[in-house]
């Protein structure tokens, strides 16, 4: 029997029993070893009881990459550590200290360390940290803002969704 190191850090044995082993990889033309392993070593979000209320999809841009002009749908979670120019619909945003996110942005929960340029509507909670800067049309359920951190633009409590709920009530 064989030991490797699998794409994720573990080790898996090779031997003809174990399914995705990397002798049965070889053995299959035109099946890579990444997919199989990535197949094998993911685990579902309720499967993971870390005591980390995170579950879902996760999008990391890392420090030094460049995402411009994509519409990202379906992330639970996006963080930011290089730069993003995009339109997004998530649950939370965490923008990292030299991260950067220009667009437009509909969430949940937005943890801002670096800097935001756009239109932010935070459903729930906008955390401005003391190196965060927010600027834009803004619009949030509740704020927490640090010493040292920066919000300006058209800036306006409550979401969207609560501004329609008021007009339709007063319509109504």
Known sequence: MLRSETLFGKRETNSPNT????ANNLAQPGVSNVSKTATQTTSSPQSNNSGSNEMGSKLIVGPNI???GVEINDCDTLVVE?????????????????GAFKGSAEID????????????TVRQKLVIYSTGKVSGKIRY?????????Q???????GSNAEQRELLQAKTA
């Open 109 to 120: 929960l937005a943890e801002i360390r670096g800097d935001f340029d756009g239109d932010l």
């Open 19 to 22: 399914p995705f082993s990397a």
């Open 141 to 149: 359920g509740k704020l927490v803002i640090e010493e040292g951190g």
């Open 66 to 68: 460049k995402l411009k």
């Open 82 to 98: 290089g730069r993003v120019e995009a339109t997004m619909d998530s649950r939370v945003i965490q923008i990292a200290e030299k």
């Open 151 to 157: 919000l300006s633009g058209d800036v306006q409590v």
